[in-house]
């Protein structure tokens, strides 16, 4: 399927070099285009396999009817130029996870987490309690380490967990997996796919193949999961429903008491969502408490992801950089009840910050970043907020400190992506913590 074939890859990061060097010796014309330089070591090494390089700021213009086939890296909007060329060429277009799948050994089971938000705290704790049931699991996909690059460590019947992003399930044709999951679905990276409704179509393919005998685990109490999936052929099993859920004291598995909360270190409505997500999928491979209660009593998050970064001085800071969008922003204003100094904004994806309102009780103050500075400062002017007009973060944290009293919390919830201002949202996060930490 892969020999003997003319193939651009678009998109020199990670994946893009990882499937590359897959491809590599099957009589293939591989041609690796980025649009900027790649560090010299690396750009040796892959035109010593016979990888041809082109930079270029008008890849564009590298697209013709002469490719077999073009890997395109996720990052590539499905409302960009490329895309539109490539469908109306009707070349083959698929991705590095797409071509990877292909390789992978017979009886593989996989398990892709998707969602708009808490994927890679779901995925992290199914990973974590495989290992401790002593499952040959492996972890790949969207939590930064690409399919084929991972490929050399998958067996034949080992577990492949895989955090899969929207942007990764627009290519895919052949993939599949035996468990789905979606957290949660809610508007958002609406420029990259130009309208809610194809970012849903989207996710949806995570039961891309799926018969009655895979497995969807999926949101009840999330209006579009339960739309999203009605028609799919996948076994549906519930969290958030009337057996899978929490309440002030308990988390219930299957109607019965299974944890108490007051073990578990990870705080908020959100993680234990999270949590039930991963026990009914660790529950395939066969559940131990004593090990999941060992497990959650010290686990304390995911870095980026409502982390606790430190207390000064009697200030609690709190660094959310993953919040790519207002509904995760709720998600961390939900989990304080202390006078919050929040900082909002980051690049304009046509977030409404309206969604907040509910929820924006204990804002004490607003500091607008990033290129919706303005928007959010008129957002926080309507519910007679006060609000700085910072435009970055180092003149957020310095507004801050001249305004935050003891007993606050600091809270970096930008509920938009970083984009505007920085390559990924944990450079964000990274400097927040960097500037916290000089307090």
């Known amino acids: ?248 004291n308990y988390i219930y598995l299957h109607g019965e008491k299974y944890l108490n909360i007051n073990n578990i270190c990870l705080q908020g409505e959100h993680n234990y969502e999270n949590i039930l997500a991963a026990l009914l999928v660790v529950e395939q491979f066969g559940l131990d408490k004593d090990i999941v209660v060992d497990f959650l009593k010290t686990f304390s998050g995911v870095e980026h992801r409502l982390e606790y970064v430190a207390n000064k001085n009697g200030i609690e800071y709190y660094n959310d950089s993953k919040s790519t969008n207002p509904t995760a922003t709720i998600t961390a204003l939900k989990t304080f009840t202390k006078p919050i100094h929040l900082i909002l904004g980051g690049l304009d994806r046509n977030q409404d910050f309206n969604e907040l309102n509910d929820y924006i009780n204990y804002v004490k103050k607003i500091y607008a970043i990033g290129e919706v500075t303005d928007k959010v400062a008129n957002y926080a002017s309507n519910l007679n907020i006060p609000c700085e007009r910072c435009y970055n973060l180092v003149t957020a944290m310095e507004k801050i400190h001249q305004n935050v009293q003891k007993g606050d919390v600091v809270l970096l919830s930008p509920g938009s992506s970083s984009q505007d201002q920085y390559v990924k949202f944990e450079d964000r996060g990274d400097e927040f913590k960097n500037i916290v930490e000089k307090f």
């Not at 892709?112 to 704790?125: A, D, M, P, Y």
């Not at 401790?132 to 690409?146: D, K, S």
Request: aromatic content about 6%; charged content about 25%; overall charge negative.
């Open 1 to 248: 399927m892969y020999e003997n074939k003319k193939i651009l890859i678009l998109g020199a990061a990670k994946s893009g070099i990882a499937v590359a060097k897959l491809l590599v010796g099957k009589n293939n014309e591989i041609i690796l285009s980025d649009l900027k330089e790649l560090p010299s070591s690396t750009a040796q090494e892959l035109e010593d396999m016979g990888i041809k390089i082109m930079i270029t700021f008008n890849q564009c213009d590298l697209i013709d009817s002469s490719y077999d086939l073009v890997i395109k890296n996720p990052a590539i909007m499905m409302t960009s130029e490329i895309t539109k060329k490539l469908n109306k060429l009707h070349i083959r277009t698929e991705n590095e996870m797409e071509v990877a799948y292909h390789f992978l050994p017979e009886n593989v089971t996989i398990i892709g987490v998707t969602g708009s938000n808490g994927k890679t705290t779901t995925t992290t704790i199914i990973y974590e309690l495989l290992k401790r049931l002593n499952i040959n699991v492996i972890l790949g996909g969207n939590i930064g380490y690409p399919l084929s690059e991972v490929l050399k460590g998958v067996q034949k019947e080992s577990v492949l967990l895989l955090e899969i992003s929207d942007h990764q399930l627009c290519d895919i044709h052949d993939f599949k997996t035996n468990i789905s999951v979606i957290t949660n679905l809610c508007p958002t990276h609406l420029d990259y796919h130009g309208s809610y409704e194809n970012y849903k179509k989207a996710k949806k393919k995570i039961f891309n193949l799926h018969t009655s005998n895979d497995l969807a685990i999926l949101n009840h109490a999330n209006e579009d999961c339960l739309e999203l999936s009605k028609d799919i052929l996948s076994k549906k099993v519930y969290f958030n429903n009337f057996e899978n859920y929490y309440d002030n």
